[in-house]
Antibody, heavy 117, light 110 residues
Framework: EEQLAESGGGLVQPGGSLRLSCVAS????????MSWLRQPPGKGLEWVAN????????YYVESVRGRFTISKDNGKSSLYLQMNRLRADDTAVYYC??????????WGQGTLVTVSS | QSALTQPASVSGSPGQSITISCTGS?????????VSWYQQYPGKAPKLIIY???KRPSGVSSRFSGSKSGNTASLTISGLQAEDEADYYC??????????FGGGTKVTVL
């Protein structure tokens, strides 16, 4: 069974940093593009970033470009999101997800990031 | 990137069919046949129910169907059931490996 498990969320002050992790199991992680998506409390979904299966190409939504970095360690079946210069509007549940045919067919349970002083 | 437009809520009685619209632009829905739909229950992760406009992942009920005309994609749920009460989100590819979501539609089964 395909599984994704995020960790690393928490409370951080504006301007601070946080690193999210996602461990994958049940599928060949190295063969898939992976994504981070987020959902502010009570609001809709937003795509945040994509990374190519081999980690060679990365893409970001405009609002996080230059502040967030997505990375992938195929040897550890792990996906990461380094988040710097965090803002209040980055507060959300962050999901890692496997990209399939321009959709996301496997999701983690999500990890909550709260940016507040 | 502008969000896709979905109705905030749609309701129907058990057994009826409902349709949720998802309106974008020529920069996303109108150009790419890469629209996906997600079902989300409160406190749970989204679930993919439609990809590439009309395709269903394995295990998804045939009561869910997708279509597209111009800049608008649609999700139809036929034979509405109580378990279909959830939030539904559309998403479209929007060039240069970026994606845009709709604001979500709450489906209520009366």
């Amino acid at each position: 069974e395909e599984q994704l498990a995020e960790s690393g969320g928490g409370l951080v002050q504006p301007g601070g940093s946080l690193r999210l992790s996602c461990v994958a199991s049940g599928f060949t992680f190295s063969g898939y593009w992976m994504s981070w998506l987020r959902q502010p409390p009570g609001k809709g979904l937003e795509w945040v970033a994509n990374i190519k299966y081999d980690g060679s190409d990365k893409y970001y939504v405009e609002s996080v470009r230059g502040r967030f970095t997505i990375s992938k360690d195929n040897g550890k079946s792990s996906l990461y999101l380094q988040m710097n210069r965090l803002r209040a509007d980055d507060t959300a549940v962050y999901y890692c997800a496997r990209a399939d045919n321009h959709g996301w067919n496997a999701w983690g349970q999500g990890t909550l990031v709260t940016v507040s002083s | 990137q502008s969000a896709l437009t979905q109705p905030a809520s749609v309701s129907g009685s058990p057994g009826q069919s409902i349709t949720i619209s998802c309106t974008g632009s020529s920069h996303d829905v109108g150009t790419y046949d890469l629209v996906s739909w997600y079902q989300q229950y409160p406190g749970k992760a989204p679930k993919l129910i439609i990809y590439e406009v009309f395709k269903r992942p394995s295990g998804v009920s045939s009561r869910f169907s997708g279509s597209k005309s111009g800049n608008t994609a649609s999700l139809t749920i036929s034979g509405l059931q109580a378990e279909d009460e959830a939030d539904y989100y559309c998403c479209s590819y929007a060039a240069s490996v970026t994606y845009v979501f709709g604001g979500g539609t709450k489906v209520t089964v009366l």
